[in-house]
């Protein structure tokens, strides 16, 4: 047995190509013939820059506020983080894309995008990013 390193993006197809005999990916992406097991409910926090008027508040992004976009992304988790549609039913607008995390760190902190993304940890304070 050994272990491989996949993209992000790239378990649910090593998968069904049988690439792979196992993997711990995040939902969600086509599972058809495969048995899924849920290890872990993670919880999400919505990123916004410094002085944003939803900074402190519940996370539920705003009808007006768009989400990076990650080339490369399976449609499903792209709308299931950008809440597309979003809770009043209007289309999420679309984000700017990005290559990663940093770029999006940094499109957060220049007010271009907010986020949704995994919690870092108890205790951990995100206002320090």
């Known amino acids: 047995m050994r272990t491989l390193a996949l993209a992000w993006n790239d378990a649910h197809v090593a998968l069904h190509e049988q690439r792979v005999d196992a993997a711990v990916a995040r939902l969600p992406f086509p599972t058809g013939a495969l048995h899924v097991t849920l290890l872990y409910d993670e919880p999400r926090v919505l990123l916004v820059p410094v002085g944003h008027r939803l900074a402190g508040r519940s996370p539920s992004p705003s009808t007006t506020s768009p989400t990076s976009r990650c080339p490369g992304a399976r449609p499903g988790l792209e709308r299931l983080l950008a809440v597309d549609p979003r809770p009043d039913g209007r289309r999420a607008p679309d984000g ?23 919690a870092i940890g108890p205790g951990d304070d995100l206002r320090r990013i």
Request: cysteine-free; aromatic content about 4%; hydrophobic content about 60%.
């Open 96 to 118: 700017p894309f990005v290559a990663g995390l940093e770029d999006k760190l940094e499109l957060i902190a220049a007010g271009q995008a907010v986020a949704i993304m995994p």
